[in-house]
């Protein structure tokens, strides 16, 4: 089992900037790929952006392509995902997720894996 916890969520008004990070603990050895997802009330959970241990490969979803960052400590068994140039839409709950398999080399991302309990998001206009 792999346990994961996010943190760093709030609220900052458009145009700002948040960080939000995971702390991966338990059989971690056995995750091939990280990933955060967003949920908004009613709505299907998408990928936001992602990465592959192996090679530090990255993928971002097109609404936050240019504006997302994300990226792991290893040594920490952590996962991060720097937000800048925060807009309304990006008001969510941002879900860590970790897989392993050929789930990690499907595009769009669509994680089976393990989830943390999200942390929310609030981009203020």
């Known amino acids: 089992q792999v346990q994961l916890v996010e943190s760093g969520g709030g609220s900052v008004q458009a145009g700002g900037s948040l960080r939000v990070s995971c702390a991966a603990s338990g059989g971690i050895m056995s995750v091939e790929c990280m990933g955060w997802f967003r949920q908004g009330p009613g709505e299907a959970r998408e990928a936001v952006a992602t990465i592959y241990n192996r090679d530090g490969t990255t993928w971002y979803s097109t609404p936050v392509k240019g504006r997302f960052t994300v990226s792991q400590d290893n040594a920490k068994n952590m996962l991060y995902l720097q937000m800048d140039s925060l807009k309304p839409e990006d008001t969510n709950i941002y879900y860590c997720?970790?897989?392993?398999?050929?789930?990690?080399?499907?595009?769009?991302?669509?994680?089976?894996?393990?989830w943390g309990q999200g942390t929310q998001v609030v981009v203020s206009a």
């Open positions: 997720a970790a897989d392993s398999g050929v789930r990690c080399l499907r595009v769009p991302p669509s994680y089976a894996g393990y």
